[in-house]
């Protein structure tokens, strides 16, 4: 317990009389989840029953607490709910049966939202004699006249609640049916937002079976995890109750109420699959559906445990605030997560469609049936989730190479991870306020990273075999990070737990210096920060190395600061003219970054020139070279030198990183260089117009989906690149396709780049363009053709057209769940006219935004245009009495970022040669 909470405002709040009812009300601040534990207090054993501990004393005692305190444990819940959808309210009641194992007079659960009717409350036959209520936290106390006695007890409440629109809890999501709008019910408990529904023991390790009951308009369906027992209609109302489902955590407990139809299909075990969607779209569900059901066969194999329960429903819900969520049984999807319309989504649509289903449906194994015993092991779900996604995604659709672009995945945790702000994998939770944040990069696409490093370096069979074996192990229960390594230890014989450990108690990575030294490589390790100083970190390291050819890999870990690798001769001939290269961290499979002496770094160009390096390796050497010349310990001058070697480059997944890396020397040449900027556009231009004057416009007969995705890539690179040519082309079509929808000159995956061409050339006094885009977006029906409009429509200069864009996020034209979309596309050239509205703004940007990651985002977007340190000073100095925890970490974050780009800047300009390179580049062929 943190000593400075304890016993600070003595139990003011509470002592009620226990007639009244109790109102359970929503705690201040923005955060998006409410107070409740961390840990420290009371680690848990894991996994089985919690120990107990004793309790006497008085109620304060639960106040500020980490965790919830383990003297009684829930074992069954009966709930039954009544959901109003045109008051927006609801009403229910619980029956928990609870086991208790130590000597108390208290039951300590959680509660936020909610008005319980105190009078109601009873443990078997007893009522409380006080009922107390802390807010910030959470916590309900029921204390008793005397000791509870051991073993099990029912406890029973009465309570009511409102259909909230924060899109967490039980809340209301709005859509339209034969033109009139109409409300559904919906449920998101995690992280910690089952106690907005009803009143719980709401942390992942208390796991119970659960009993639902649903009285609902009898018009209406009604989903929950499990399938219906039976229904009773009584006229208006229909009761419906659910089979009892399998033990289980509260985060994944859910309902949907609301008008669907769906799509249905069966897996090889005969387990029912369905795919629910609005009236008239359920066809839009099919491609969902059938990577569902692909992907339930596939992890039945490769966990070794079949999927545990009847049946697997996916729905689409029209306000929702992550992407989708793994409830178990019934998992919830944003509508362009989940639809895919052969009309109107693009082929990246689809891919994310695909991934994102691989991974919920990942998560009924790893999460659901396994679950992390704290959310300092959250990694466990999102990082195995979203490595798994690709392999069964690899394995339905191998075309789409996405093993490579996961790498996209790899660079950007490599990106966030090299910030002092970073934090380790496994990150310590002392408050449920701080849960949400840890969604992040470091959490999914770090913890998807070692998880391949380990893959790579145990191998895929013997991976497997382990992870089936934890799968089985932990099965309806909980598990804790350590026990996955001893798990892989026991099952492999390697040293695991201190390999891994290395990655995810300590935030960060190593960069390894590599130099020639006579017939040795010389390897250095030390922490890389983009900063340009060098933390502390020291890491196990498994080095692998290709060296003149892929077929001569060596394989070694590096635990020391300095190792030396011998080079062998067939490294190639190292006089020069010779074929000498190696390459250290074959396809990216290590999260860490390669600095190459200049012998070794020249040798690897020419390899590249030469084209005989994979496309992973292609990616890896780009990216940290971005990354080094960031830090400034390379010059802007090499990286464009080696960037300039990437102009035949013809892969989608290749080309995507050099997007990012052009993208990246665009924005900071307009501070660092303002008067090369242009030249240096030209340059980039350069590198990418070939591959895209290859693809044309037009999609051709038979191409491959990464060409597909590759063709409004490269062309959105160069309108925002400011090419004349595209522009004016994006804009004739445009103007085409207003006049015919229908028309095959902008087909979906082309189409945003027509929208940001348009919107090149708007401003207030010629915005016939705008006006055309925003009647676009209002014509359109839900779903991906929005999101691109609204996701183009700030890029622009014009100080009323970006206003008027970012002010829309106060209409109703705008879900609050895609607010975020507007600021994503503003321009470098808008960021004082962006941080002045939502300076003016703030107050209303918290309120309509409400979910405190994508008020982060809405920071983040604005923040990190800027590169300057004073900007830094005056957004933490607006920030300093505005920050909740919520948002924290982002924003800090976003001015490390913002810092780091200052010091870029500095660097670029006493950078000697940077000029005469650029023109060098520009005028060779
Ligand atoms: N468990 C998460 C959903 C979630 C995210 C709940 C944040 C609470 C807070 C879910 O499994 C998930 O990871 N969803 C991703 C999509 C996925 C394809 C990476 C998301 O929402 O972005
Ligand atoms: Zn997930």
């Not at 989903?223 to 109750?241: D, F, Q, Y």
């Not at 990150?427 to 696409?445: G, K, L, M």
């Not at 013997?462 to 798990?487: C, G, M, P």
Request: net charge positive; glycine share 8%.
């Amino acid at each position: 317990m943190a000593p400075s909470r304890a016993g600070a405002v003595h139990v003011a709040v509470a002592l009620l009389a226990v007639v009244a009812t109790v109102a359970v009300a929503a705690a201040g601040g923005g955060g998006r989840k409410m107070a409740s534990h961390g840990e420290g207090t009371n680690p848990r054993e894991s996994p089985g029953p919690p120990a107990p501990a004793p309790a006497g004393g008085s109620a304060g005692q639960f106040r500020g607490q980490a965790r919830l305190p383990r003297f009684a444990a829930p074992r069954h819940y009966e709930l039954h709910l009544r959901p109003d959808l045109v008051a927006c309210t609801f009403s229910g009641s619980v029956a928990i049966t609870v086991a208790v194992s130590a000597s108390t007079r208290f039951l300590v659960l959680n509660a936020a939202d909610l008005s319980i009717n105190s009078s109601s409350i009873r443990f078997q036959a007893l009522a409380p004699t006080e009922v107390v209520f802390f807010k910030d936290d959470g916590v309900l106390v029921l204390g008793f006249s005397k000791p509870l006695p051991f073993g099990e007890g029912v406890l029973k409440m009465d309570f009511t609640g409102t259909l909230n629109d924060q899109m967490r809890g039980f809340y209301r999501s709005k859509y339209q049916y034969k033109g009139k709008e109409r409300n559904m019910a919906v449920t998101q408990f995690e992280s910690v937002d089952a106690r907005r529904c009803f009143p719980c023991w709401d942390e992942p390790a208390f796991k119970a079976k659960f009993k639902l009951t649903l009285e609902v308009p009898s018009e209406l369906t009604a989903l929950s995890n499990m399938p219906v027992a039976n229904t009773t209609v009584a006229g208006p109302i229909k009761t419906i109750r659910y089979q009892e489902s399998p033990l289980m955590s509260t985060y994944l407990v859910a309902i949907v109420v609301g008008l669907f139809e769906y799509v249905e299909g069966v897996t090889v075990k005969g387990t029912r699959v369905r795919v629910y969607t609005q009236v008239g779209k359920s066809r839009q569900g099919k491609f969902a559906l059938d990577v569902g059901v692909k992907s339930l066969n596939l992890y039945k194999d490769y966990f070794g445990t079949p999927f545990p329960l009847p049946k697997m429903d996916m729905v689409a819900i029209p306000d929702f605030a992550a992407g989708a969520m793994e409830n178990y049984g019934l998992v919830t999807y944003r509508e362009v997560t989940l639809l895919f319309d052969d009309k109107s989504s693009s082929a990246s649509s689809k891919q994310n469609v695909a991934i994102t289903v691989a991974h919920e449906l990942a998560h009924q194994w790893f999460g659901n049936l396994v679950t992390m015993e704290w959310w300092t092991h959250l990694w466990l779900n999102e990082g195995f989730a979203t490595w798994v996604s690709h392999l069964a995604v690899d394995s339905f659709f191998p075309q789409w190479n996405i093993w490579t672009q996961f790498l996209d995945s790899t660079t950007t945790a490599l990106r966030l991870d090299s910030l002092e702000e970073s934090h380790p994998i496994e990150v310590e939770i002392h408050h449920a306020s701080e849960v949400d944040q840890i969604f992040d990069a470091i959490s999914y696409e770090k913890g998807a990273s070692v998880i391949r490093m380990l893959h790579s370096y145990l191998g895929a069979d013997r991976f497997q075999k382990a992870l089936a074996s934890y799968i089985k192990k932990y099965a309806y229960s909980n598990a804790k990070t350590e026990d996955l390594w001893a798990v892989f230890e026991k099952e492999t014989g390697e040293p695991v737990k201190d390999l891994m450990t290395s990655w995810t108690k300590q935030k960060g990575y190593p960069v390894i210096n590599a130099k020639l030294k006579g017939n040795d490589m010389e390897l250095e390790q030390a922490q890389f920060l983009l900063d340009g100083s060098s933390g502390p970190g020291m890491w196990i390291v498994p080095i692998t190395s290709g060296c003149g050819a892929y077929d001569t890999q060596k394989k070694f870990l590096l635990k020391l600061k300095r190792d030396k690798l011998v080079i062998a001769s067939q490294c190639g001939d190292r006089k020069k003219g010779g074929n000498f290269w190696t390459k250290l961290n074959v396809n990216g499979t290590g999260f860490y970054r390669v600095k190459y002496d200049d012998e070794l770094g020249a040798a690897l160009q020419n390899a590249l020139e030469t084209k005989k390096l994979s496309l992973m390796d292609k990616i890896g050497i780009i990216d940290d070279s971005h990354a080094l010349s960031m830090a400034r310990q390379q010059t802007l001058t090499s990286l464009l030198r080696l960037l300039y070697c990437y102009r035949g480059e013809a892969d989608y997944s290749v080309l995507s990183h050099i997007n990012s890396v052009t993208a990246s020397i665009s924005k900071i040449s307009v501070d660092a260089t303002p008067g090369l900027a242009g030249d240096i556009k030209q340059l980039l231009i350069k590198i990418l117009l070939s591959p895209a004057e290859k693809l044309g416009w037009d999609p051709k007969n038979g191409e491959s989906h990464l060409d597909v995705m590759l063709r409004p890539m490269l062309l959105l690179a160069l309108v925002q690149l400011g090419h004349g040519k595209t522009i004016n082309e994006g804009d004739r079509r445009f103007n085409i396709f207003i006049r015919d929808r229908n028309t095959s000159l902008l087909p979906p995956d082309t189409r945003k780049v027509a929208y940001l061409a348009v919107m090149h050339n708007v401003s207030s006094s010629n915005r016939s363009g705008y006006d055309a885009l925003r009647k676009l977006y209002k014509e359109s029906a839900e779903g991906e053709e929005r999101l691109r409009v609204l996701g183009i429509l700030s890029s622009c200069r014009d100080k009323g057209i970006v206003l008027e864009s970012l002010n829309l996020i106060f209409t109703n034209e705008v879900r609050s769940q895609d607010a975020y979309l507007v600021v994503r596309g503003l321009q470098i050239e808008a960021r004082e006219i962006a941080w002045n509205w939502l300076k003016e703004n703030w107050e209303r940007i918290l309120k309509t935004v409400s979910v405190s990651s994508l008020v982060g985002d809405v920071i983040k977007g604005i923040a990190t245009l800027f590169a300057s340190n004073e900007k830094a000073a005056e957004v933490s100095k607006f920030f300093a009495t505005r920050t909740t925890p919520g948002f924290e970490r982002t924003l800090k974050q976003s001015l490390e970022n913002v810092r780091i780009s200052a010091r870029w800047v500095e660097g670029i300009k006493s950078e000697p040669g940077l000029a005469q390179t650029v023109r060098e580049l520009l005028g060779k062929s």
